[in-house]
């Protein structure tokens, strides 16, 4: 008898976990529809497996330590109130929970998904900085508090705006010589800012730093200071070096967003070597070690830290927009040459995120004979460039690529 009853215990028991698992089921197809970046939400926000057995990670529990995967911790979701404020992020199950009970609202801002309060405005708020590792090629940024790291993001910098400036001017100088109308050229304009090519570069992270400062309550900036190459001449070394002028310009605008610290990069890796993290030397790799580490110790000398739990990074880089050229540098058969560039492509923006139903979410590139070419979120490669208008559906106007690099799966390295 005794054997009996406890068999149908087991069984009842049973029957409650598949039910509570069917219930859950239906409840992330609603949250799962629209992708992030190329992935629906349902990659992107960890899912708890559905089993016969009760899981740790089922509602609101934590899953304990040794069970987690070394270097993904847990992904957490930025949250603002109904004002718009940033507050304080949440787990992935808290912010489903919320969207479930109809208490906020899903949001994207540059493929990164988070959620606006519906019936709340102001909260209590933690220590938080946001670390920022300047780099010629990548870039790190690093937002966390004392004991959660709640986003790494490593950035393509802006490298081509240099070369562009100078093919423009010499291709303005080799008109003057050709039986054709051109510009006169402007002699001794008064010269003076910051070049071109510098102050995209400072642009470029000062775009960041807004768009994390409008998700997460960030209290303070730390910015590697790096310095230029010095001269031994006061006027140079104190404004003329374009690095210096550019830096200074983007140390006020931060300055605007919060506190701001400027340890120099031999503090860095005093910092880096009492916590024990490696640096990578490859510069190019979209790993943890190759920028993020410096930016995870500079955000670690405001708020704290010993060491980074979550090594997820969010991989972002400007889409390049070829301006509008006069023509194509090189003539066509016959010597046309044809017009060339802009931002426009037939009734599209280009940089649009758009759904086709072959390529799925790709961004607009140009156009030709009535057609559009379609890139890659992923890598910026081209897709195709016959596809037709009405089969694109245009999603919203979109100037990043942005990507979730997949978490690290049990015993692989996150170095």
């Known amino acids: 008898m005794p054997a009996r009853n406890k068999q149908d215990r087991e069984s009842g028991r049973e029957t409650r976990v598949r039910k ?53 911790g847990i992904l957490y979701v930025p949250v603002v109130d109904r004002d718009g ?60 508090a004392k004991n959660r790291t709640f986003l790494n993001v490593q950035a393509n910098a802006v490298d081509w705006v240099k070369g562009a400036v100078k093919t423009r001017r010499e291709m303005r100088r080799t008109r003057r010589f050709r039986k054709t109308p051109y510009r006169a050229n402007r002699m001794n304009r008064a010269r003076g800012g910051v070049p071109p090519s510098t102050r995209v570069r400072w642009a470029w992270k000062l775009r960041i730093c807004r768009w994390i400062a409008g998700l997460y309550p960030v209290q303070t ?16 070394d104190a404004s003329f070096s374009p690095l210096e002028v550019g830096k200074r310009y ?7 967003l919060g506190n701001l610290m400027t340890p120099s990069g031999w503090d ?4 880096r070597d009492k916590l024990g993290l490696k640096k990578t030397g490859g510069k190019l790799e979209e790993v ?18 010993t060491k980074p739990e979550n090594k997820r990074m969010f991989v972002m880089a400007p889409i390049r927009l070829h301006r ?17 560039g802009g931002t426009r492509s037939l009734e599209f923006k280009r940089g649009s995120l758009v759904k086709h139903p072959k390529y799925g979410l790709a961004y607009i590139g140009g156009a030709a004979q009535g ?30 690529r942005t990507r979730l690099l997949p978490g690290l799966k049990s015993g692989v390295s996150a170095a």
């Open 221 to 236: 900036f730390v910015v590697e200071d790096i310095k230029a190459r010095t001269k031994g001449r006061r006027r140079w």
């Open 288 to 305: 943890f070690s190759a920028h993020c580490v410096d930016s995870w110790t500079l955000a670690s000398m405001a708020v704290g830290g």
């Open 268 to 271: 860095t890796k005093q910092m």
């Open 324 to 340: 509008r050229q006069l023509h194509r540098f090189q003539p066509d058969k016959g010597g046309v040459r044809h017009a060339y």
């Open 20 to 72: 509570l698992g069917s219930q859950e089921t239906g409840d992330r197809t609603e949250l799962s529809r629209l992708p992030v970046a190329g992935r629906s939400t349902s990659e992107v926000l960890h899912q708890p497996p559905i089993s016969a057995t009760a899981s740790p990670e089922v509602g609101n529990c934590r899953r304990p330590k040794g069970l987690r995967d070394p270097g993904n």
């Open 85 to 144: 404020k940033p507050l304080m992020p949440c787990r992935a199950e808290r912010a489903r929970e919320l969207v479930r009970k109809g208490r906020a609202i899903r949001r994207f801002s540059r493929g990164l998904f988070y959620i606006r309060l519906k019936d709340r405005s102001g909260g209590q708020l933690q220590a938080v900085a946001c670390g920022v590792d300047p780099g010629s090629k990548r870039e790190g940024y690093t937002v966390k």
């Open 371 to 400: 057609r559009v070419s379609l890139h890659s979120l992923g890598d910026g490669k081209r897709l195709c460039q016959n596809a037709k208008p009405s089969d694109c559906e245009v999603l919203a106007w979109n100037t990043w």
């Open 250 to 256: 983007f140390y006020n605008e931060v300055t605007q």
